[in-house]
């Protein structure tokens, strides 16, 4: 912030302005963000017409926290300070699913079981990496 000459109110601001933006595009696009299904039906209907999703964990780096405490939840384990998010795309590279953020020492698997765990994906081609090969059959059909 010094280094733009700008206040951390000012960044606040900026940073509201910007999601409000984000989220608007997003929306406009028919991607879910941070959507959070009641139940199979809900899930169903927002994938109608959607035969391959393509899931994966992101991360987005950030400055590593002043306290100890906050390093250790923000490390990724790859020598930076992390956030992550659950995204779904389909076969065509269209977003469809933006997940919420968490602590970059997170695995991508417990992101997945916190948002998904109740789903199923019958009828989908449901491609994944590696981190998430523990993944049982009823949560995911087909592995890239």
């Known amino acids: 912030m010094a280094l733009f000459n700008v206040d951390i109110s000012t960044v606040s601001d900026y940073l509201k302005i910007t ?3 984000l989220k608007a595009a997003l929306k406009a696009q028919d ?40 390093q250790q939840g923000y490390y990724s384990g790859k020598k930076r300070h992390t956030v992550k998010m659950l ?4 076969s065509k590279k269209r977003i469809l699913y933006v997940g919420k953020l968490w602590s970059g ?13 109740w789903i199923n994906f019958r009828g989908k081609r449901t491609h994944v990496d590696l981190d998430f090969k523990v993944l049982k059959v009823s949560y995911v059909t087909h592995g890239l």
């Open 19 to 21: 999601k409000k933006s």
């Open 31 to 70: 991607v879910f963000v941070n959507k959070v299904f009641k139940n199979q039906s809900d899930f169903d209907k927002a994938f109608e017409g959607v035969e391959d999703l393509i899931i994966d964990g992101t991360e987005i780096p950030i400055q590593r926290p002043d306290n100890q405490k906050g």
């Open 87 to 90: 995204m779904m795309s389909d």
């Open 105 to 117: 020492s997170i695995h991508d698997i417990t992101i997945f079981k916190n948002e998904f765990s």
